[in-house]
Every structure is written in structure tokens, then in C-alpha cells.
């Protein structure tokens, strides 16, 4: 007979058999099965005077039976944990998921400690593991809210990825069930899964989904040295200050990850978790100068929490009620002219255009206004009758309208359903000489960074400093050789001033610059516009004072970047010459500056894409395949 090895010898193994059963213990009589009667539960006080419910045969407490209702309670209290930002403190209030992972952050640490064994661990290779250890060492919001898809994106940046993942819950084979291809359960997945309270003395491991990659790809990357992901990896190791910035400016705007306003405040906001993981962990803990770059990105992760979201508030604060007063009583200034002259080249703009769209001659007398570019095309609908092979070299040519005017009349405006009320000058500064003292000047399109925001008030007699706040913003870039593809030169149009003062100045010469009237020498300087105010504006060095209203300075931070068109305002003088100088400072007692249109917000650590990290991943319409499988 064959006996297992770790079985007892048979004689020294009891061996017990029913029947005959043992007698009962003294004093205990056993009522049979037959002759049992229930008698239901009652309820007795204790020794504390507390009342109980206790068994009404045996005298014994009873155990609380959850009604359906408690239950189904509990059963949605238990999913509601799987997933960060979905649990409410004791006032009620729900805890947004940041909060709940700040709450525990100190204890989440790395599945290896980088203080002991990481000596031998390049450190992409640590970066790589931290990444991993961050993602599954903590509970995720749901995928709708877009914290896990900006994780995602960081990590495809940085090289951590070769494609965004899809998410799902793990299989029973992890739970150690022989039984492919089960999806376990709600409750034994929480059973699996280990609380925040194990993490150090269990397992890191919180996340309640796995990670699969799209059919037909691959979802962890090829780390070798020649590949691109480990090339990726390299240079944000390098540099992750950097590589944080780019993420989260250009990186962010390429891939239009700016136009979600959630995204905003989420990607500062898992970067900034991720930098501090990796820092009280140690990844870089053998390097100083490392060390320190990763506290600078630190630093920016902080800044853009502020900023970030306070680009999204601005675009819809600005132009603000003063400024579009200002447009509705002087007018639209900024042309579709100024636009096009910071892409095409100045003597294609100032030749003359044929039938076919081609420059004439080099030479040109100039015309009374700017020109405006658009493209003649005729409507049409496309049937099975007609296509482009009828005839494929007619194609929208185009031409030179003549004045502004024109495009008006041809191009009524047919969206009167969206227009808002704009508020008077009068309406909002009240009865005053001011619209009648001043006068549009030159208009400038650019981006300029704020210097500083002052609040209304102060020692002048202005009136408009005592009811708007001030906002004097300097020039972005400081000469023309700083224009990048993101950030063009200034354009300076003073033509529809020369026009407006021509009767007070005589006649003007038009300079032979960008866009006639529009220089880009020096600084876009404009001899139109110096040969009627005897001073030239150079929008590389001058500031510009705006006027906005007090509720919007808690949205204006310092170094923030804004690109639009700023209309200039001049105080008239009944001298007979028209308007005097502009002071250096451009201080709302010499002339100050409207908003006409705002294109842009940048935050101030704004970077544009270079190197290895500037390229974007083509990931196509993955990101919006990944499903939450709850």
C-alpha cells in the first residue's frame, strides 16, 4: 500500500468513527432535532442596560441580517471603491481623486528600492519601473474622467509606450482559478485586490484593470538602445524639466489636447503626483544634478496647475467688456490683411494679383486702403452628375478686394442668431468727454507677455484708471530673429490711422514694408506711423497698457502670454496737428491700447517642441477605444 510521504504512520493516527456518538458533557442536555420548537428572538437589556436582540430558546445575541435595501447599499459602496474620487468624507462632500491620493501619497513606494538595488539599474530603466509601479500602486478615477488617458499620453511621450492601451479587469487565472477566460466578479475582484492599508506589507498593486494592447499591436515598447522609444526615454531622462514643459505647452496643443478643459487641470495634476513619486522614491537619487532637475519640473508641474486652467478663463473673459466698446464705437481695425502679411512674403503683397493669381510686377502704385485677401468660389452641390473631372483645372481664385467695404456687402453677415449685446462707452464709463478726447491709432498683432497687473485707482486724475484695472504687457519677442513657426513677427498696420488723420496731418507717405504701412524692420517699425506722431512704435520694445475689468486680475498671472490684435488709442489736442506723442511707457495719460481679438493664450513656461521629444505620435483614434469595464 502506498502512503503519501508526508502522511502519519497509521499507528499513531487517530481514528474516529460515528457512530456511537460521544455522551454529551456534564450538565448539557441535547433537545434532538424532532423535538425542537423555534421560538424566535427577543429583545433583553445587558449588564450596561443597552437592549439587545438575543435568541428567544438559547438567550444567545443574534447577528444583524442586512435588509435588500442595505444590501444593494453596500454592494454599490464596494464598486465605488475601485475607483478613486467616487467615496464622500463624514460632512457629505465628495472627495475629489486628487484629494483621495494625496491622502495616502506618502506611503505608495516603488516595488524596488532604488536605495539598495538600484546601483545597477540604468536610469530609463528606472524611470520605467517607477512609471509602472505609479500606475498600478494606487486606485484610478473612472476612464471618463481623463485621468488615466493623460497618463496614457505622458507615457507614449516619454517612450513608456508604443500605442495607447485598452483596459480591462483581470482574469480569473491571476486569482490562481483553473478556469480560462473567467472574468471574476465584482466581489472577488475587491477579495483579489489588496487595500491602501497592504500596500507596504502585501503588494503594491491597487489597480483594479489591466492594461491589454489594440488587436494587432503592441503595447510594451522595445527598449533598445536604438529604438525610439528608448531614444524618447533618454531624452526626458535628460532633461525632465524640459520634457515636462513641452508636454505640457506644445506637446498638449499638437495634439489638441488644450481644447478639454479638464485636461487643463489634469495633466499639471498626475504629472505633479508622478515627479513627486518619483523623487521621494529616489530615482535619481545617486545624482545630484538629476535630482535637481527633477524638483525644477517639479516647480513647473506646480505653476501649470495655475496656469494651465487660467488659459481656458482668459480666452473666455477677453476681450472684455471695455474692449469690445471700443470696437463697437471706432470700429473693426484689425484686417484679415494683417493676418496674411505675417505669411506672405511683402512683395507678393504689394504686387498687383492677375486673373490667375500670379504678381504682375514688382512695382506697384499703392491703392487708398489694404487689401484684402479672400477666394472666389461659386456654391454648388455635389451630385452623381458632377465632379471635379468636368473640369480639373477650374479651381478658387484669388483676387483683390478693394476695400473693406466690398467684403461686407458681398459677404453679409449671416449669423445674426449668435451676436451679443455690447455695451456703450457711455453705458460702462458713464457721461464723459473720453470717446470724443481720443482716437484709434496704429493696431498691432502679436504676442506679448504680462509684466504686471494694476488694480484700479491710483494718484492720476484718468478716469478710466479709477473704474478698469491696468494691464501693461511687454513684447514677447525682443527681436526678429527670436520669431519661431509658433511665434511670428509683430505686425504693425497704421494705414486705417494715416486715412483716419489725413485731414489733420496732410499727406503721408507710405512705407515700403510688410503690408504697406506695416514694417518689419527694426522692431516692425511703421514711417507711416512715425511721420504723423513723430515718434515710431517699436512693438519689440514698447509696452502696451490695457484696460480691463477688475474681475478679470485674478485671472491675469504674471508671464502669461497673450497673441491677439491691440488697437491703439491716442488722446487728440486741439493743437491742429491731430495727436500728440506717445510716452516710452505707454501710460494711459500719453495713449493706451484695446483688445480687439484674442487668438491665444500660453501659460509662462510655454516651450516650443525640439529634439527627439517635440515629435508627436500618430496614435490615430485609439484613445478613443479605450473602455472602462465596470
Excluded at 463697437?328 to 512683395?347: C, D, Q
Excluded at 504686387?351 to 461659386?378: F, H, K, M, W, Y
Aim: proline share 8%.
Amino acid at each position: 500500500m502506498d502512503h503519501c510521504k508526508h502522511s502519519k504512520p497509521a499507528e499513531t493516527a487517530p481514528r474516529v468513527c460515528f457512530p456511537p456518538f460521544p455522551p454529551p458533557p456534564p450538565g448539557v442536555a441535547i433537545v434532538p432535532f424532532k423535538d425542537f420548537a423555534p421560538q424566535g428572538y427577543k429583545r433583553v437589556r445587558d449588564g450596561h442596560g443597552e437592549e439587545v436582540e438575543v435568541d428567544a430558546f438559547a438567550g444567545l445575541p443574534t447577528v444583524r441580517v442586512a435588509t435588500e435595501e442595505e444590501a444593494l447599499q453596500r454592494k454599490k459602496d464596494k464598486r465605488k471603491l475601485k475607483h478613486a474620487g467616487r467615496c464622500t468624507d463624514a460632512s457629505g462632500r465628495r472627495v475629489p481623486w486628487w484629494e483621495e491620493w494625496e491622502l495616502a501619497e506618502h506611503e505608495r513606494t516603488t516595488s524596488v528600492s532604488f536605495y539598495d538595488h538600484g546601483i545597477g539599474m540604468s536610469y530609463p530603466d528606472r524611470v520605467y519601473q517607477a512609471a509602472d509601479d505609479f500606475r498600478v500602486g494606487r486606485t484610478w478615477p473612472l476612464i471618463a474622467v481623463g485621468v488615466r488617458s493623460i497618463w496614457d499620453r505622458f507615457r507614449l511621450f516619454i517612450g513608456l509606450l508604443t500605442t495607447m492601451p485598452v483596459y480591462q479587469r483581470p482574469r480569473a487565472k491571476e486569482k490562481g482559478i483553473d478556469a480560462p477566460n473567467l472574468v471574476l466578479d465584482d466581489e472577488e475582484a475587491d477579495e483579489f485586490l489588496p487595500r491602501a492599508k497592504q500596500t507596504d506589507y502585501i503588494s503594491i498593486r491597487q489597480d483594479p484593470l489591466d492594461q491589454i494592447p489594440h488587436p494587432g499591436k503592441t503595447l510594451e515598447p522595445d527598449l533598445d538602445d536604438a529604438s525610439p522609444q528608448r531614444q524618447l526615454l533618454c531624452a526626458f531622462v535628460d532633461d525632465v524639466e524640459k520634457g515636462v514643459k513641452i508636454f505640457l505647452t506644445s506637446y498638449m496643443r499638437e495634439t489638441s489636447l488644450i481644447w478639454s478643459e479638464p485636461n487643463l487641470f489634469v495633466a499639471p495634476t498626475v504629472l505633479h503626483f508622478f515627479l513627486r513619486f518619483m523623487l521621494r522614491n529616489g530615482v535619481f537619487h545617486d545624482s545630484r544634478a538629476h535630482t535637481e532637475n527633477l524638483k525644477r519640473a517639479i516647480a513647473v508641474a506646480e505653476v501649470a496647475i495655475k496656469e494651465l486652467p487660467l488659459t481656458a478663463r482668459i480666452g473666455q473673459a477677453l476681450p472684455g467688456p471695455f474692449d469690445l466698446a471700443c470696437r463697437e464705437h471706432w470700429g473693426r481695425r484689425a484686417t484679415l490683411g494683417m493676418h496674411i502679411s505675417a505669411i506672405v512674403p511683402p512683395e507678393e503683397l504689394d504686387a498687383p494679383i492677375n486673373e490667375d493669381g500670379q504678381s504682375e510686377d514688382e512695382s506697384c502704385i499703392p491703392t487708398e486702403e489694404p487689401r484684402v485677401l479672400t477666394v472666389e468660389s461659386e456654391p454648388w452641390a455635389f451630385t452623381e452628375e458632377s465632379s471635379y473631372a468636368e473640369d480639373p483645372s477650374h479651381v478658387p481664385s484669388a483676387r483683390v478686394v478693394e476695400s473693406k467695404a466690398e467684403v461686407s456687402s458681398e459677404h453679409p453677415d449671416t449669423n445674426s442668431w449668435t451676436d451679443v449685446v455690447v455695451p456703450s462707452l457711455v453705458e460702462l464709463v458713464g457721461s464723459t468727454v473720453f470717446p470724443s478726447k481720443f482716437t484709434a491709432g496704429i493696431v498691432e498683432h502679436s504676442t506679448r507677455r504680462i509684466r504686471a497687473v494694476v488694480g484700479p485707482g491710483g494718484t492720476t486724475e484718468q478716469e478710466l484708471e479709477k473704474k478698469f484695472a491696468r494691464v501693461i504687457l511687454e513684447p514677447w519677442l525682443h527681436s526678429e530673429e527670436e520669431a519661431t513657426a509658433e511665434f511670428a513677427p509683430p505686425v504693425v498696420d497704421a494705414s486705417s490711422f494715416v486715412q483716419d488723420s489725413a485731414a489733420a496731418a496732410g499727406p503721408v507717405g507710405r512705407g515700403r514694408g510688410r503690408g504697406r504701412g506695416r514694417g518689419r524692420g527694426r522692431g516692425g517699425e511703421c514711417e507711416a506711423a512715425g511721420a504723423v506722431h513723430g515718434r515710431v512704435h517699436d512693438p519689440y520694445r514698447d509696452a502696451v497698457t490695457m484696460f480691463i475689468d477688475p474681475s478679470c486680475i485674478p485671472l491675469l498671472c504674471t508671464g502669461m502670454g497673450l497673441c491677439g490684435a491691440w488697437v491703439q488709442l491716442r488722446p487728440i489736442e486741439d493743437t491742429g496737428t491731430g495727436v500728440r506723442p506717445l510716452a516710452d511707457e505707454g501710460t494711459a495719460g500719453d495713449g493706451f491700447w484695446y483688445m480687439e481679438e484674442l487668438v491665444a493664450v500660453f501659460p509662462s513656461f510655454y516651450t516650443e517642441a525640439d529634439g527627439i521629444l517635440g515629435r508627436v505620435e500618430d496614435i490615430g483614434s485609439e484613445s478613443d477605444d479605450a473602455q472602462d469595464m465596470d
